[in-house]
């Protein structure tokens, strides 16, 4: 094989990895940097853009609007892709997560193949259910409905996992953020 083989790519368009210099940039603008990046992970439907939409200082970034602007994430119900699909994308954001961290922004998010979080907030079944059909008759806004009912049950499941690998587990967004911000 030839380093050039124009089977493979048109050599003429780069194809590149970027630290995301201008996203990070704009964030910057909006949102706190703080010494130490810190993720919250959580199944949709558990709070986290309705913390961050009440937040006083714009310390916490909704990870959608992150994973979005970074291009990780595409348009659209991915969540009901493939499982294939859904690694794939997850790892993205991941990735773009950790240069977050890295840059000490704080994140919430539904996204995760990999990194591990700093906490996750899995509310009991019934409550969480409530906070979702509550979304739902007050403006849904995105993420999982009572219609997804049984996947959001199996990411709860997959959250959980983190748990077990010693990953302090809440049951509010408000109670994972103050911890995370008091250390």
Same mark, same amino acid.
């Given at each position: 094989m030839e380093w050039n083989d124009p089977s493979l790519l048109n050599s003429s368009i780069p194809f590149t990895f970027t630290d995301g210099t201008d996203i990070f940039?704009? #964030?910057? /603008?909006?949102?706190? /940097? *703080?010494?130490? $990046?810190?993720?919250? #992970?959580?199944?949709? $439907?558990?709070?986290? %853009? *309705?913390?961050? /939409?009440q937040q006083s200082e714009a310390n916490w970034i909704?990870? @959608?609007?992150?994973?979005?602007?970074?291009?990780? #994430?595409?348009? $659209? /119900?991915?969540? +009901?892709? @493939?499982? +294939? +699909?859904?690694? =794939?994308?997850?790892? =993205?954001? @991941? !990735? !773009?997560?950790?240069?977050?961290? =890295?840059?000490?922004?704080?994140?919430?998010? %539904?996204?995760?193949?990999? #990194?591990?979080p700093d906490a996750i907030v899995v509310p009991d079944l019934d409550t969480h259910k409530k906070y979702i059909e509550t979304r739902e008759d007050k403006g849904y806004d995105g993420g999982l409905t009572t219609n997804d009912f049984e996947q959001m049950k199996a990411h709860r499941e997959v959250i959980l996992e983190w748990k077990q690998k010693g990953v302090p587990c809440f049951t509010s967004v408000q109670e994972a953020a103050k911890y995370l911000a008091s250390l």
């Open positions: 940039n704009e #964030l910057a /603008k909006k949102y706190i /940097k *703080h010494s130490k $990046g810190l993720f919250i #992970l959580g199944p949709s $439907g558990v709070g986290k %853009t *309705h913390f961050i /939409k909704d990870g @959608d609007i992150l994973w979005y602007a970074a291009n990780a #994430l595409p348009g $659209g /119900k991915w969540w +009901e892709a @493939d499982l +294939e +699909e859904i690694n =794939r994308i997850e790892a =993205r954001c @991941d !990735v !773009v997560t950790l240069e977050a961290k =890295r840059q000490g922004f704080w994140i919430m998010g %539904t996204s995760n193949y990999w #990194l591990k």
